[in-house]
């Protein structure tokens, strides 16, 4: 596929996908590709690969004699990052994050315990500068910097546990967090406690105090959510 071919495949991609899950193209309706490829100004290579995509998401599915049919919201791949950025440009964001975030502080505090009896000292050395970066970055309205330590450091938590399911959940919540910060659903500079209580984790799991790791990850998502509370009730 040329440079070109591979732009246009994005922007049809982004096209339906946001308006597949914003309800624009509800379940059961059918998409007509030929007329989609002629109204977007694609060929209708590119919208077949666009389509092929949206069903390895399992946003819709192709039928002989039916066309290509969105599946019920119940049976799309919510955990694809890309399904995530969208639903978080939607009107449904509210409920998206909280969900979200919600399947955040199911995972992360016990992943950051695991971190401490497992992180190796590149791993502890590496998060304890990404919370340092935190600090640094908290203040002035620097969201945009604030946001490459955020997501690093939860990456390196959910790495350090040394579970290779949780490892694979780091793109998830890498766009929990992108989404929060460029929708606005964050305050102007993140709450000083929070950013504390990043520091204090790399602590604990430095020191190897996985009781320590697990209850404070938990009070940084629990304050997730009551940070969602205040700004999406």
């Known amino acids: 596929m040329t440079a070109a071919a591979r732009g246009q495949h994005a922007r049809v991609l982004d096209i339906l996908g ?7 193209h509800p ?12 109204s977007l100004g694609v060929s209708r290579p590119v919208m077949r690969e666009a389509v092929r995509v949206l069903e390895s998401m399992r946003l819709v599915e192709s039928r002989r004699r039916v066309g ?11 955990y694809d990052p890309q399904v995530i950025r969208w639903r978080l440009a939607g009107s449904d964001r509210p409920r998206q994050l909280r969900s979200l975030t919600v399947l955040r502080s199911a995972v992360e505090p ?23 970066g935190m600090v640094a970055t908290s203040r002035g309205g620097r969201l945009e910097e604030y946001l490459v330590h955020d997501v690093a ?7 350090a546990s040394a579970n290779e399911m ?15 910060t460029h929708h606005r659903v964050m305050f102007d ?17 430095r020191e190897g105090d996985a009781v320590r790791a697990e209850r404070l990850t938990r009070e940084i998502t629990v304050g997730a959510l009551r940070e969602l509370d205040i700004l999406t009730p």
Not at 166 to 180: K, P, T, W
Not at 196 to 201: A, F, G, K, M, S
């Open 18 to 24: 946001l308006a597949i899950t914003a309800g624009e």
């Open 27 to 38: 379940p059961g309706s059918v998409l007509r590709t030929d007329e989609l490829a002629e």
């Open 68 to 78: 290509v049919t969105v599946r019920p919201a119940a049976e799309w791949n919510v």
């Open 110 to 132: 016990v992943a950051a315990g695991l971190a401490a009896r497992n992180a190796t000292p590149e791993q502890c050395a590496e998060l304890t500068e990404r919370a340092l």
């Open 153 to 159: 450091f939860h990456r390196i938590v959910l790495n």
């Open 166 to 180: 949780f490892a694979q959940l780091g793109d998830l919540v890498a766009e929990v967090l992108a989404g929060r």
């Open 189 to 205: 500079d993140p709450a000083p406690a929070a950013v504390t209580l990043h520091v204090r984790v790399a602590e604990a799991v």
